[in-house]
């Protein structure tokens, strides 16, 4: 079980599109099958009478609905990138989950990110969408129902990496970096290549790269023109979308050419002479 946290954004939207495989739809319902877990508090948006079943654009709209309710709201260091997006994805031979497995395992995860306190259900909304094979989303607005807005625990990253580990010994999953066909780590000095293929790394990470920071810029501009009145604003919302994920794009390549950098290369074997009798003359 392996966690990845992207970089904090200011829309869910495309973290929930990512998480489904597909785009944000207003026709389409997610049932608990597909959304396995959720925060506490939520049962208090939901009546009896009202429909239980959501569709993605309405789940979207939810975990963005704290930015209208508290519009002055920031992080202590004044950052307005309020979406978090954790992904863990199970090793390629394990078993398939069940719902409930899924569901124990996000909650889980929710806790060691800090996002989930047990026993307050007044915290910061957040879904966790198991949508595909082996994979798991967890997305949430850090904006808590009160405004407040907590910092995430300096050390999550090592916390998420800890809580899988036992999520992995507990439900009976294949660790990381075991196995039959798992090796030993040799440390060797950097290629040229390699050099070059981290360097590209460092530019298509979402954590911090600096294309990263840009598009989160681009999408939040995006939003914020498509609440301004008129034609126009939605036109210029939907160029600056289509650029965001034009820059989504650049990344994966980025990503894929660091990649076959530090790919192997295979030398090419001569063929073989072959050998031929001579006879006497």
């Known amino acids: 079980m392996i966690p990845r946290l992207h970089q904090r954004t200011h829309a869910p939207h495309d973290s929930l599109a990512e998480a489904l495989g597909r785009p ?4 389409e319902g997610l049932t608990e099958y597909t959304v396995v877990a959720h925060w506490p508090g939520l049962d ?24 209208l309710e508290h519009p002055f709201a920031a992080s202590p260091d004044d950052d307005r990138r309020a979406i978090l997006h954790l992904v863990v994805r199970l ?20 806790r060691a990110a800090g996002i989930e306190i047990p026993g307050k259900e007044d915290g910061c909304r957040w879904i966790a969408v198991q949508a595909q094979s082996g994979r798991l ?3 949430a607005n850090l904006i808590h129902v009160d405004g407040a807005w907590p910092p995430p625990p300096a050390d999550i990253l090592r916390r998420l990496s800890d809580e899988a580990r036992r999520i ?14 798992a090796r030993p780590a040799i440390r060797m000095a950097p ?3 390699a050099q070059l293929a981290s360097v590209l790394t460092q530019l298509a990470d979402e954590q911090a790269g600096p294309l990263a920071t840009v598009r989160g810029l681009v999408e939040h501009t995006a939003h914020r023109i498509a609440r301004q009145p008129g034609a126009a604003g939605t036109d210029v919302a939907h160029r600056l979308e289509l650029i965001a994920r034009r820059l989504h794009a650049i990344q994966q390549d980025l990503d894929s050419t660091a990649a076959r950098l530090v790919q192997p290369r295979v030398a090419a074997v001569p063929p073989a002479v072959r050998r031929t009798a001579h006879r006497s003359p």
């Open 24 to 27: 944000v739809s207003p026709n």
């Open 44 to 67: 208090y948006f939901t009546l009896d009478d009202e429909q239980r079943t959501w569709t993605s654009l309405q789940w979207a709209e939810h975990l963005e609905d704290p930015y």
């Open 91 to 110: 090793h390629p031979d394990d078993r398939e989950l069940t719902g409930p497995e899924w569901a124990e395992a996000a909650h889980r995860l929710a």
């Open 137 to 139: 989303d967890v997305i």
């Open 168 to 181: 992995e010994q507990d439900l009976h999953l294949i660790p990381v970096r075991t196995g039959p066909t």
């Open 191 to 193: 290629t040229a290549s």
